[in-house]
């Protein structure tokens, strides 16, 4: 079954990282993203990001900037150019990999859940090779 992915709308977007992330993580995951997105391309310099929830229960983040990123992953040796929407998969996928070591075995089971949602949808997406390569 394909996995659609639903833009939050702008009503309910006040609600999205408290529902997403917990109330109690969601400043600290909001954190994580804008750094991890620095450290995956230079030409992050910050903006507005998009909320997505997917129908399999995951949810990523993604800039709202037409450009492409150029992307570099120290840990794995990966460099591409990514579309925005493949950028903020992979961006949200690290998020939820440095979340899955917290000291809270329900949220590590949470997020580790999500990380394998985000991760099916990212192989349905048009840029799924690149997505898996820079996240292995």
């Known amino acids: 079954m394909t996995i659609i992915a639903t833009q939050v709308p702008e009503s309910r977007r006040l609600a999205f990282m408290p529902a997403a992330f ?3 993580m969601m400043m600290r995951a909001e954190g994580l993203t804008y750094h991890q997105a620095s450290l995956l391309s230079r030409q992050y310099s910050g903006g507005y990001w998009e909320f997505y929830t997917l129908s399999n229960g995951s949810f990523y983040l993604a800039p709202t900037c037409a450009e492409r990123f150029d992307v570099s992953v120290d840990g794995n040796g990966y460099e591409g150019d ?3 929407d493949a950028f903020g ?9 440095a979340l899955a070591f917290i000291d809270d075995e329900a949220l590590r089971e949470k997020f580790g859940e999500h ?4 991760r099916a949808f990212a192989i ?6 690149a997505i898996l390569a820079a996240i292995d």
Do not use: D, R
């Open 89 to 97: 998969i992979i961006v949200t996928m690290f998020v939820y990999g």
């Open 115 to 118: 990380y394998h949602q985000l």
């Open 124 to 129: 349905e997406h048009a840029e799924g090779s």
């Open 22 to 24: 917990t109330p109690l």
């Open 82 to 84: 990514v579309s925005a």
